[in-house]
Structures are given as structure tokens and as C-alpha cells.
């Protein structure tokens, strides 16, 4: 699905967008912002590409690509997630 030089650039716009330790949602304040949650299952590490991710012109093409697969329009689906595992790390099974 994915070439070997677009799997570089999603690598590259992760890194640029800013990887954190992947956690969950904790409590929900009033002004609808979440804390983050550390979850002792999930020891990678993810970005979002919805800033300047979603400027460049070959993840725009891999967004579309995806919507036109899951016959799901780019606005009704949430931003890519792109995760990154270093040896030894996982993000646990688990039910949202």
C-alpha cells in the first residue's frame, strides 16, 4: 500500500510533527481539552499528521488514498497516526 520512500516520509513528518510516548485519554477538563494518560501497555511512541504534515503534498496523496479505499471522505475520518516502535516496545490490545 505503501512505498518504501512514502514510509520514509511519513517517518520524516512524524518526527517533524513531534512523537510522544503513546497513553490514552484521562479526565476531561471543562474547556473539552483531556489530560494525558500514561498507560504501562502502550511503550511506543506516536504523532498525528493533521499540521504540517497535512501540508505536504505526498501525505495528502497517502490520505486520499486511504479515503478512497474505505470509501470514507478525508473530513469524516480522524488524522493519520503514525506510530514508532523501538526494539522492545508495544502498544497492547485493548478496546476504545
Known amino acids: 500500500f505503501l512505498s518504501q520512500e512514502e514510509s520514509k516520509k511519513l517517518i ?20 473539552g481539552t483531556v489530560e494525558d494518560k ?9 504523532a498525528w499528521c ?11 496523496e497517502i490520505v486520499n488514498r486511504i479515503a478512497n479505499l474505505t470509501y470514507t471522505p478525508e ?7 503514525l506510530l514508532k516502535y523501538e526494539v522492545g516496545q508495544r502498544y497492547n490490545t485493548h478496546h476504545d
Open 50 to 60: 493533521h499540521q504540517e504534515c497535512m501540508k505536504d503534498p505526498k501525505a495528502v
Open 38 to 46: 500514561v498507560i504501562e501497555g502502550r511503550t511506543s511512541e506516536n
Open 75 to 81: 473530513p469524516n475520518s480522524e488524522h493519520l497516526q
Open 12 to 31: 520524516h513528518l512524524g518526527a517533524i510533527e513531534g512523537y510522544k510516548r503513546s497513553g490514552g485519554v484521562g479526565k476531561v477538563f471543562s474547556d
